[in-house]
């Protein structure tokens, strides 16, 4: 009974291992010489193209995702998003000067707005995403 098990499994394993590469032929310790990163290149690039720089965000995207934290409420003393009165001496100061003090940060503003990975065009179009609703 037992002996009649392990023939079946056995006779089972190999039929189901048939197509695989034999361990030890010569493909098969080809495939495992593959440098590093060769052997699913197809997955590799795949991620690669996924982790590729997406299409610019919007004013408003990038509002949404970085700026909102703190501008939607106006926390530590931010103005707040389409407050008229917080905005007007701001945007008195031109939008070269918003913009510099978006880029390197202003008091409690963090650098970038914490975007790092937004471009200047893309912090621009938030700044002006902003001044747009406060005008
Ligand atoms: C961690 C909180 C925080 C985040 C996140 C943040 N801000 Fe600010 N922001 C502030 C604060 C606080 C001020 C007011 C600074 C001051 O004048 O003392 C400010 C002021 C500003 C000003 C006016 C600057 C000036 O010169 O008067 C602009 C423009 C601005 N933020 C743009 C942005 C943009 C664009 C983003 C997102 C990319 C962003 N902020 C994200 C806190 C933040």
Known sequence: MRLRFIAIASTLLFALSANAVPPGSDDEIDARLQPYGTVNRAAVEEVMVAAAPAAPLSG???????????????????????????????????????????????NAMPAKGLCMSCSDDELNDAVTYMVDAAQ
Do not use: Q
């Open 60 to 106: 408003a995207e990038v509002y949404d995702t970085y700026c909102a934290t703190c501008h939607a409420m106006g926390i530590g003393g931010a103005p707040a998003f389409a407050d008229t009165s917080a905005w007007a001496p701001r945007i008195s100061k031109g939008m070269d000067a918003l913009m510099a003090s978006t880029l390197n940060g202003i």
